[in-house]
């Protein structure tokens, strides 16, 4: 695992767009796995820029997302396809039908989760993933607790992340209870794996899954450890409790 600190979100946010830059030129055809929050806001706006002022190129490049919100319409701007839409998507040449996030409407959510790992299988896997962090070290919508799934599937949030995730909705009564979440199993078939990291609400997370190697379902990153080829990207604030 390889840890690279730097002093803020913004020169986080460049460091992985680098990544991801190289990437998408080595590999025009790549299939780049992408993350929701407000962490990555500053990676895709620097991949915007770079393709407003640089050509950066996905007319070829394919997306999946990690997760979506279990009875939202992607039409709904808390939904995490509005979110990709008005982020990236709307704003770079990757054509819409290249792009997938999980069907969080109620009557297409179990198909989707049934189809979704195969769809990516039969695409040739995810290339690069970035992924942010809960602040309880939930990666995607992979809770903490007693067992997580392998397999996308419909979750349920803990409180924690309810609460985290309220500020982007107008009542904390509006966050939704689930969600589709890629498992741990399919996250950990990416080939490459980003992790950015910025603020103090990440710092204890951060440490415990830096700070003594163990692998736990009750730390869901943890299971990064257990990966060959991953980088994680922290702010010196998200990093301030690593010994
Ligand atoms: C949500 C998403 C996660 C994300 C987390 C952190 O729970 N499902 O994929 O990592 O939020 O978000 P933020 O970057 O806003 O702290």
Redesign the pocket.
Known sequence: MKVIVKNNHKEVSKEAADIFEMEIRNNPKTILGL??????IGMYKELIKRHNEEGLDFSSVTTFN??EYLGLDPNNPNSYRYFMNQELFNHINIPIENTHVPLGEEDKAEISCKVYDSMIQEMGGIKLQV?????NG????NEPGERLSANTSIVDLTNE?IQ??ARFFDSIDEVPKK?I?MGMGSILKAEKIVLIASGEN?APAIAKLLNEPYISTYLPVSFLLAHKDVTIICDEDAYSLVK
């Not at 992924?131 to 602040?135: C, P, T, V």
Request: charged letters at 15%.
């Open positions: 993350a929701t929050g407000s962490t990555p990690l997760d992924l942010g962090i809960g602040s939930h990666i995607a919508f992340t985290d995730n969600a979440s990440k």
